[in-house]
């Protein structure tokens, strides 16, 4: 299992201003994940970082807007930059764990971020 | 494209069972998993299917049927703590990264 730390929980941020959201597992993990999902929606991957490497984006995202750090094995952030009102929504950070052939996914608790 | 389809809402009354299907279409594909998501708080994991058949876990099933590209979870014995969203999601391969449906959003009524 895995326990993740994410912080904040929740911000309102003024446009054009940047957040960085924390993430701190409680063991050593290789990949993290970044999720976004909107209220009542699904979950869409962000990116996915390792350590000591870029983080991968997926189509729609780019690391100009959403860059993330990897500095070691149990901490992640990414920043969500000059925000816009189209980028409120639920940031979550996931890792990984396998037991016994069964991959389990944790999540963060999540930042509900509020742009205006 | 990659997608999976689910239903958006089920409502059902304690006690009851209900069962959400699952339909994926995805460029890789290790195995099917289920989450669920109270309002306001982070997807838990419920189950995983790699194989065809059934996994029995206290109260909840899943079903994967690989040929289809179906699976469903199964909920019996309905309670009132069950009301949330449930998500199923493609575990596309060795990087770990999940594909997720649009969510069913189950309210149990008394």
């Known amino acids: 299992s895995a326990v993740i730390s994410q912080k904040p929980s929740r911000d309102i941020c003024q446009r054009g201003t940047s957040l960085t959201i924390q993430c701190q597992v409680d063991s050593q993990v290789t990949m993290m994940f970044w999720y976004r999902q909107q209220p009542g929606q699904s979950l869409t991957l962000i990116a996915t970082?390792?350590?000591?490497?870029?983080?991968?984006?997926e189509s729609g995202f780019v690391i100009d807007k959403f860059p993330i750090s990897r500095p070691n094995l149990t901490f992640s952030t990414l920043t969500v930059s000059n925000m816009s009102p189209e980028d409120s929504s639920i940031y979550l950070c996931?890792?990984?764990?396998?037991?016994?052939?069964?991959?389990?996914?944790?999540f963060g608790q999540g930042t509900r971020l509020t742009v205006v | 494209g990659q997608s999976l389809e689910q239903p958006s809402e089920v409502t059902a009354v304690e006690g009851a069972i209900v069962q959400i299907n699952c339909t994926y279409q995805t460029s890789g594909f290790y195995g099917l998993s289920w989450y669920q998501q109270h309002d306001g708080g982070a997807p838990t994991f419920l189950s995983y299917?790699?194989?065809?058949g059934l996994e029995e876990t206290g109260r909840f099933s899943s079903f994967l049927s690989r040929s289809d590209s179906y699976g469903y979870l199964l909920l019996q014995e309905l309670q009132m703590k069950d009301s949330a969203s449930y998500f199923c999601a493609v575990h596309g391969g060795s990087q770990g990264n999940l594909i997720f449906g649009k969510g069913t959003k189950l309210s149990v009524k008394p």
């Open positions: 299917n790699a194989l065809d």
């Open positions: 970082a390792n350590q000591g490497s870029e983080a991968t984006y």
């Open positions: 996931s890792v990984e764990t396998w037991d016994r052939g069964r991959p389990e996914a944790f």
